[in-house]
C-alpha cells in the first residue's frame, strides 16, 4: 500500500445500492480489512479513504457510503457530486436487491458525471446455497449496460480488493487517455494541492448540512 501523504491523483467513488447489501462492509474490507459482524444500516454519509499504487502512479480513494433506505435519499445530489467511479451493488441471494439496480443506475447517470466508471457487484458469495441471482443473467445485464461486474464477499474477502482496483484503473485509463478532462472527473493532481482541499471541502460540507 502507497503512503498516505504522498499520491497523485485523488479519485472520489461512491456505493450505491439497496440496504443491507454490504456496502459498508465491502468499504470497510477495502479500507481496513475489517468485517462487522453487527454492522447496523449506515445513516448519512460514511467517508473513508485508501491510497494504492497504479502502475507509475499513487491514486489517493475516496470511497463514500451511505444508506439505501428511501427515508435518506435527500443527500443524493451531494453524495453523488464530483464521483468518478460507483460500485453498485446488490445481494445474489435477495433479488429484490438485484431488481432495483436499475433504477440506482438510473440515478447514478442523473447526477453524476457522464463518463463515471460503474461496476455492478453480487455480493455475499458466501451464502452462494441461497442465492437467487443467478450470475450468468447479472453478467448480461451489466455487459448489456457497459458496466463492470464482479461477484464478491466481503466476509470472506473475495474478489474485494480487486473491485476496488478494477474500478479505479477504470478511471485512471480514462484520464490518462484524455477521453474527459481531469477538472471533469474531479481528479486532482499534487501539483495543485489547494484546489484539493477546495474540493474535499465542497464535497462534505453540503453532505452535513442535508443529514
Known amino acids: 500500500m502507497a503512503s498516505e501523504e504522498s499520491y497523485n491523483f485523488v479519485f472520489k467513488v461512491v456505493l450505491i445500492g439497496e440496504s443491507g ?22 445513516i448519512g454519509v ?10 507509475s502512479v499513487t491514486v489517493k480513494a475516496q470511497m463514500w457510503d451511505t444508506a439505501g433506505l428511501e427515508r435518506y435519499r435527500a443527500i443524493t445530489s451531494a453524495y453523488y457530486r464530483g464521483a468518478v467511479g460507483a460500485l453498485l451493488v446488490y445481494d445474489i441471494t435477495k433479488h429484490l436487491t438485484y ?13 453524476a458525471d457522464p463518463h463515471i466508471v460503474v461496476m455492478l457487484v453480487g455480493n455475499k458469495t ?3 446455497s441461497l442465492r437467487s441471482v443467478p450470475m450468468e443473467e447479472a453478467k448480461s445485464f451489466a455487459d448489456e449496460k457497459g458496466l463492470l461486474f464482479m461477484e464478491t464477499s466481503a466476509l470472506e474477502s473475495t474478489n474485494v480488493e480487486s ?4 474500478v479505479l484503473a477504470g ?6 487517455s484524455k477521453q474527459v478532462t481531469r477538472g471533469s472527473i474531479n481528479a486532482v493532481s499534487l501539483t495543485n494541492p489547494a484546489a484539493l482541499s477546495g474540493a474535499n471541502q465542497e464535497e462534505k460540507k453540503p453532505c452535513c448540512r442535508n443529514i
Open 46 to 55: 460514511e467517508f473513508s479513504t485508501r491510497t494504492m499504487q497504479l502502475g
Open 171 to 176: 478511471i485512471h485509463k480514462k484520464v490518462t
Open 21 to 42: 447489501v454490504g456496502k459498508s462492509n465491502l468499504l470497510s474490507r477495502f479500507t481496513k480489512n475489517e468485517f462487522n459482524h453487527d454492522s447496523r444500516t449506515t
Open 99 to 111: 431488481e432495483s439496480v436499475e433504477r440506482w443506475l438510473k440515478e447514478l447517470y442523473d447526477h
Open 163 to 166: 473491485a476496488f482496483q478494477t
Open 126 to 128: 458466501d451464502m452462494a
